[in-house]
């Protein structure tokens, strides 16, 4: 098991460009697997729920910078406002407000990224084009002095079909591409997770988000 961790997590840097953040997305795992990873050097860790993430946060030394990669309901964010260091999954301006407001009570400035939909799932969250440059647009949302829109993040269909994958990675990557010279301080594009960061990653990536390649597979039972 130990070795295992520290294997993978070995492997999947060394398939990444040296300008690709890694976010080891440690869902379901317990600490003690966490800290295999981090031992072995990984500090950005991704979770999916805050109550899990909070309690890990605690357990954990302090210089791991926590992302939120899961959907956030907006009465839950002032639990993760003290520690966490990126939100991926922003979808409204009410979510940007409360995420500023409890940034402020913790004197930080939270970053985010807006979730945008490229899947044809129903079941999948986020922003349409015209949403998202409504948001980046918005005045109310150039007021909030305690969030920072960092960048875009999204998940491509549940599917083996590479060649859908790949032609909703590039959906968003030029999406990324025009908005990027007007809104300079969009710089991460956050798309890829185990079974397609490869493509992600050809289509540009910034950052992939990577669980079962690292920590073996999820048991939810
Ligand atoms: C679970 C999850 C991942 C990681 O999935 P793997 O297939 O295990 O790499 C990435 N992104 C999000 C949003 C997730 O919920």
Known sequence: MNNTIERNLRDVKASLPKD????????????????LAYTAGQRVFGENKIQEMTEKWE??????SWHMIGHVQSNKVKYMAPFVDLIHAVDSIKLLKEIDKQ????GRTINCLLQIKIAREESKFG????????????DEVKQLTNVRIKGLMGMATF??????IRN???IISIFFKELKPKYPELEILSIGMSGDYKTAIDCGSTMVRIGSSIFGARNYS
């Open 20 to 35: 690709v953040t890694l976010v080891a997305v440690s869902k379901t795992k317990p600490v003690s697997e966490l800290m």
């Open 127 to 138: 922003l349409d084009k015209e949403n998202a440059i409504a948001i980046l647009n918005s």
């Open 103 to 106: 940034a402020k009570k913790h």
């Open 159 to 164: 599917t083996n079909d590479q060649r859908q």
């Open 168 to 170: 909703e990675f590039e």
């Open 59 to 64: 357990q954990m030394p302090k210089d791991i």
